[in-house]
């Protein structure tokens, strides 16, 4: 497959979208207001029999990788479309990569790199028109699943492939997923793509695996922190010093945790943030040190705040807005509000408008860079690591190991909010902990004998021996031994990174799964994934016995958590859906016409809102937002339709919104 020119090719199909994405349905003309679930072919009655060469093995036979036989079938390189976003520029290559080899040894795949795309700054359904017009498609898409897709049939109904070639996959899904393997796209029952399981907490392993020690696998992963995943702020420790000469900077908080080996809440807490205004106020006083301090690198300014990474709002306004404002899981569109007891949007709200208002005069002040609000996420990522943004949040991490090869003399430690978890708008839902990132395999590009081949691929990283594959690496590697049948790794800088947390880039180099963060294999581009992170109980860490071993410095980046004083609360129900828009894109036509042009049209006026010059731009600009959304499908008739489908289709998750707090 070619590399696609992507916008080149937008010039030239610009004109012919709409009569793309029309050719790959299949509902009648002038039916464009039905909401009846589109029909597929299904491959039941043709699925066929023979087995691959890796197809007869039984897994749960194989200790590990290297005991599978050489694939002798047909070896596949495969293209990746990364469907959701644009812009990641955290593409590592592994320069000692033992988990790709290895998977093209025993299974005859591979993922191209240099093939493999991302949306380009598209959404996804001009993306998909492009394909459609073209016949261009690749051979996986990652979160890409579409109404659009689905009727014009170029997925693989994968609801019988599963159960025959996906046995062990298959059981964990029906143990730990069951809703969503019922449901299937749409309730349909039919299901489109294979779940990646990434996430390793606790509690989601101790449903997995009764005799988990929750005591050793927490040194793993702990509680959920106090308002969700990745609730803080990293912040660079030598300008915090100068603000809070009583805070701890990175290396304080690792000598403490050596020392005693645990932290209090009030080491945790130790920068007093309790309020919105706290936030505010902290960037305001962390500008006047910069100020008065003349603090530069490299002869270039600090800011203590970026409002943009040359991607979405998402990160801005849907993790450290809730964090500043102690929300979880909330966002600026589609939500269940407790007072109204109904469905509003968003972006629509006072008190959202009044906090977007907050973050444009941080902007004016000077408080947060202006050059951020037109920065590529690779530019972003070089001035973040160079010490140029004094704090990040969200998923846009420093890279530890980076800053200290470049001998900074400073380091960027969390500083989390001490703010009580807000329940009077939105309720927490509790779901099915299995999945999140998926993927589909395309008809056109993937035949069956192929795909039959990446699905064996795809189940065996979901055995202890693919667990083990990840977080260890293959036998044939010598990178560990076994001794007394508990393995240890005789690469010390892989044991250093992955059983004692010391940010020296092993496991990017192996390219081995890290439980950090809940990231897993493979870390390098492009990031396709299957299994359980980390390589769940077979994680080095929980393998180990850290009890007998003395603490290190690495192992305060875990410890060092507020779930552990502050778990977050949830709803006392587990949720089949929740009132998040993408929920409805695919069964209510407004919500799915405004989803198309939410990544190219919504979001850069509420870019241009954050980036207003002044009041009366900011007027204007929020307006414009506004009205581009109603013209687009998001009207109260909309919301009253994802309402109406919840309380049809999913009537005792509607009595759990109704009923609110317990």
């Given at each position: 497959m070619k590399k696609r020119k992507l916008i080149a090719l937008l010039l030239v199909l610009v004109m012919i979208l709409a009569a793309c994405a029309n050719a790959t349905t299949t509902d009648p003309p002038g039916d464009s207001t039905s909401t009846d679930t589109p029909t597929t072919t299904t491959t039941t009655d043709d699925t066929p029999d023979t087995d691959t060469p890796a197809g007869p093995i039984d897994f749960a036979t194989i200790d590990d990788s290297s005991d599978l036989p050489d694939w002798t079938g047909p070896q596949l390189s495969l293209t990746v479309w990364q469907g959701h976003g644009t812009g990641d520029a955290s593409r590592v290559v592994s320069s000692n990569d033992v988990v790709s080899p290895e998977i093209a040894r025993a299974f005859g795949i591979t993922f191209d790199a240099e093939t493999s795309f991302d949306n380009a700054g598209q959404d996804i359904t001009s993306m998909i028109a492009i394909m459609a017009a073209t016949r261009d498609f690749p051979h996986i898409g990652y979160n890409v699943i579409d109404a659009d897709?689905?009727?014009?049939?170029?997925?693989?109904?994968?609801?019988?492939?599963?159960?025959?070639?996906?046995?062990?996959?298959?059981?964990?899904?029906?143990?730990?997923?069951?809703?969503?393997?019922?449901?299937?796209?749409?309730?349909?029952?039919?299901?489109?793509?294979?779940?990646?399981?990434?996430?390793?907490?606790?509690?989601?392993m101790a449903q997995m695996y009764p005799q988990l020690d929750m005591q050793r696998y927490s040194q793993i992963s702990p509680p959920t922190d106090r308002h969700g995943d990745l609730s803080w702020l990293n912040v660079r420790d030598d300008i915090l010093k100068l603000m809070y000469p009583e805070a701890?900077?990175?290396?304080?908080?690792?000598?403490?945790?050596?020392?005693?080996g645990f932290f209090t809440r009030e080491d945790v807490y130790d920068v007093p943030l309790r309020s919105w205004d706290d936030v505010v106020q902290f960037f305001y006083d962390m500008k006047d040190v910069i100020d008065e301090h003349n603090i530069t690198e490299d002869g270039r300014p600090v800011y203590p705040l970026f409002l943009n990474?040359?991607?979405?709002?998402?990160?801005?306004?849907?993790?450290?807005?809730?964090?500043?404002?102690?929300?979880?899981?909330?966002?600026?569109?589609?939500?269940?509000?407790?007072?109204?007891?109904?469905?509003?949007?968003?972006?629509?709200?006072?008190?959202?408008?009044?906090?977007?208002?907050?973050?444009?005069?941080?902007?004016?002040?000077?408080?947060?860079?202006?050059?951020?609000?037109?920065?590529?996420?690779?530019?972003?990522?070089?001035k973040l690591n160079?010490?140029?943004?004094?704090?990040?949040?969200?998923?846009?991490?420093?890279?530890?190991?980076?800053?200290?090869?470049?001998?900074?003399?400073?380091?960027?430690?969390?500083?989390?909010?001490?703010?009580?978890?807000?329940?009077?708008?939105?309720?927490?839902?509790q779901d099915e902990f299995w999945g999140g990132d998926r993927f589909s395999i395309f008809k056109d590009t993937v035949s069956e004998e192929e795909l039959i081949q990446i699905l064996t691929w795809a189940d065996f990283m979901f055995t202890d021996a693919g667990m083990k594959l990840i977080a260890w690496g293959p036998r044939s590697a010598g990178l560990w031994e076994e001794v007394d049948g508990v393995r240890r790794f005789t690469n010390k800088e892989l044991e250093d990174n992955l059983v004692f947390n010391v940010e020296n880039g092993a496991n990017e180099r192996y390219n081995l799964g890290t439980t950090r963060f809940e990231y897993t294999y493979p870390l390098q581009w492009p990031k396709i994934y299957v299994g359980i992170a980390g390589g769940g109980i077979h994680a080095p860490r929980y393998v180990y016995d850290l009890s007998a071993v003395p603490r290190s410095p690495g192992g305060a980046d875990i410890a060092f958590n507020t779930g552990i004083f502050d778990p977050l609360k949830r709803a006392d129900a587990v949720m089949g859906i929740d009132a998040n828009i993408w929920n409805f894109t695919n069964v209510i036509p407004e919500f799915e016409r405004f989803w198309e042009v939410r990544g190219t049209g919504f979001e850069p006026i509420m870019t241009r809102v954050l980036g207003a010059a002044n009041d009366t731009e900011f007027e204007r600009f929020y307006q414009e937002m506004i009205d581009f959304a109603a013209l687009n499908g998001m009207t109260p008739e909309a919301y009253a339709a994802a309402a109406k489908y919840i309380q049809d289709e999913f009537p005792d998750e509607w009595a759990v919104y109704q009923r609110g707090w317990n």
């Open positions: 897709l689905i009727r014009g049939d170029v997925l693989y109904d994968l609801t019988d492939y599963i159960p025959q070639y996906m046995p062990n996959y298959y059981a964990m899904l029906k143990e730990f997923g069951p809703i969503q393997w019922e449901n299937g796209f749409n309730k349909t029952g039919r299901t489109y793509h294979i779940a990646m399981n990434t996430r390793n907490t606790a509690d989601n701890k900077t990175q290396a304080e908080i690792e000598a403490l945790y050596v020392e005693q990474a040359g991607q979405d709002n998402w990160a801005l306004l849907s993790w450290l807005n809730n964090a500043m404002s102690g929300m979880h899981q909330w966002n600026y569109f589609t939500y269940f509000d407790l007072q109204a007891k109904d469905i509003l949007m968003g972006y629509e709200q006072d008190w959202f408008k009044e906090q977007m208002r907050v973050f444009n005069q941080m902007l004016r002040d000077g408080v947060a860079s202006r050059a951020a609000m037109i920065e590529s996420n690779e530019i972003f990522s070089e160079n010490g140029e943004y004094a704090t990040s949040y969200a998923w846009l991490l420093p890279d530890h190991a980076r800053i200290a090869e470049a001998g900074k003399d400073w380091a960027f430690r969390k500083v989390y909010f001490d703010i009580e978890q807000d329940t009077s708008r939105n309720l927490v839902t």
